[in-house]
């Protein structure tokens, strides 16, 4: 539960309503498109688990197939996609908020929601799991709510606002795609791969199952089943029940389609979809102090981040990750309009990069599988290699796709920059942190450690 719980976070809930202000229904090919990559990076790490389970997730998958740096370099590129998540969260949590307090400093908010998933995070591993667990409870009951009482209204054609939902609205006014544009879903993609950011954590959590043989399959095939009735199920309705002109960036499009109901509705939608905003940060919160500490126990870290306190929380890790996400306060404080496009285009770089780690690793274990060098998985992936590379040529489309884009003066390419510039900055740090490990042999890897 908390995995999926995570794996639904501010990507759909306030990301959605500008992506359908731009493509208008179309988004649901973009969501399905998405959702077919997904597809296959699940059962590429599912083959991965079943090959060798393990708490270092794809990071250790890394270091077996492709070597330490290859690990080094996994590793700091989640790190980028976790802490601009968090970035973009914190920032989703201070836009939700100006729509009961607009004159409120946006940057406020912001430093408000840090200061609550940091206590949380910092007092025990307990704490967190009972919160996270209701937490995402209460995202999944929403979005099944949602999706029920949404499929009435378009069934029913229940007036909004004197519109009525229905069919009709995929095409009304301008038709399925907004006055011609066809390729609009196609550049809104990387926006779309950050709302199915996270899904590859149930993979990870199902691979410290003990009874893998049962719980893996059943949880690989759960999810995908799960994300993709949630995303595309809900972008379809979305566009169903209002013209994609009522939808807005700054607003989450489920708070618009139920406040255009009644006011009271549309506010109980902005609180639970706040509190999936903190479930989010506080999932991304949790998890980046523990990869930090994994990854300083294999010297590919600053040593403080190994730390415990002393109930058993990796304090160095969470504190670090806590000041790179004050760094987005600070650019709440300067560019509160953009902060949220900001964080989510950087993710979406470290998305690319970890899912493209995935599926070559899933590859490089199928060579060996074939030349006999390993015993096959009861859980092979479906159409490999064909479909590891389907999935690559993909991912690395959206990074083309980024590009290409030359709308908004550029950007993409300004996100691309800074992106590359923290990717070439860790890569050229390898030949320190190489020879800090050989002068350290106690370093551990990171699959060897435990966690209070």
């Not at 090959?51 to 980028?80: I, N, P, Q």
Request: proline content about 4%; charged content about 10%.
């Amino acid at each position: 539960m908390i995995a999926l719980g995570g794996a639904i976070g501010v990507g759909l809930f306030l990301g959605a309503g500008r992506r359908l202000a731009i493509a208008g229904p179309s988004l649901i090919l973009s969501y399905a498109f998405c959702g077919v990559i997904a597809f296959f990076l699940m059962r590429a790490l599912g083959e991965l688990v079943m090959h060798r389970r393990s708490s270092g997730s794809f990071v250790s998958y890394a270091r077996e197939f492709f070597g330490d740096r290859a690990a080094y370099m996994a590793g700091w590129m989640y790190m980028l996609n976790w802490m601009t998540t968090g970035v973009a969260e914190i920032t989703a949590i201070a836009v939700y908020i100006s729509k009961w307090l607009p004159d409120t400093p946006q940057w406020i908010s912001a430093l408000v929601a840090l200061a609550l998933v940091l206590a949380i995070n910092l007092s025990s591993a307990k704490a967190f799991g009972e919160l996270e667990f209701w937490a995402a409870l209460l995202k999944v009951l929403a979005l099944s709510a949602f999706l029920i009482v949404g499929t009435v209204m378009v069934i029913i054609g229940f007036k909004f606002n004197g519109n009525p939902a229905g069919l009709h609205n995929l095409t009304s006014p301008d038709g399925f795609f907004p006055n011609g544009n066809t390729l609009a879903f196609v550049m809104l993609m990387q926006g779309v791969v950050f709302a199915y950011a996270t899904i590859e954590l149930v993979g990870t959590a199902a691979g410290e199952t003990h009874d893998a043989e049962h719980v893996i399959p059943k949880a690989v095939r759960a999810v995908i089943y799960r994300i993709a009735l949630f995303y595309v199920g809900s972008v379809f309705l979305l566009s169903c029940l209002l013209p994609y002109t009522a939808y807005k960036a700054g607003e989450s499009p489920f708070v618009t389609a139920f406040g255009s109901m009644l006011p009271w509705i549309g506010d109980l939608m902005n609180v639970i979809v706040i509190t999936a905003a903190l479930s989010s940060c506080n999932s991304g919160l949790y998890s980046t102090g523990r990869i930090l500490r994994s990854l300083a126990a294999s010297g590919e870290a600053p040593r403080f981040t190994a730390k415990l306190n002393k109930t058993g929380v990796p304090a160095g890790g969470i504190l670090l990750t806590a000041f790179v996400y004050f760094l987005g306060v600070i650019l709440n404080v300067f560019m509160p309009g953009e902060a949220f496009d900001i964080a989510v285009e950087t993710a979406a770089v470290g998305i690319v990069w970890t899912w493209v780690t995935i599926f070559a690793c899933q590859m490089a274990l199928r060579k060996r599988i074939n030349k006999g060098l390993v015993e096959p998985t009861s859980f092979p992936m479906p159409g490999a290699p064909y479909t590891g590379w389907f999935g690559i040529i993909c991912l690395v489309g959206i990074i083309v796709i980024m590009l290409i884009d030359t709308s908004n003066e550029f950007f993409n390419w300004k996100v691309l920059g800074a992106a590359a510039l923290f990717t070439a900055t860790v890569w050229f740090l390898w030949p320190l942190v190489k020879r800090n490990k050989e002068r350290h042999p106690e370093f551990q890897k990171a699959t060897e450690l435990t966690f209070e």
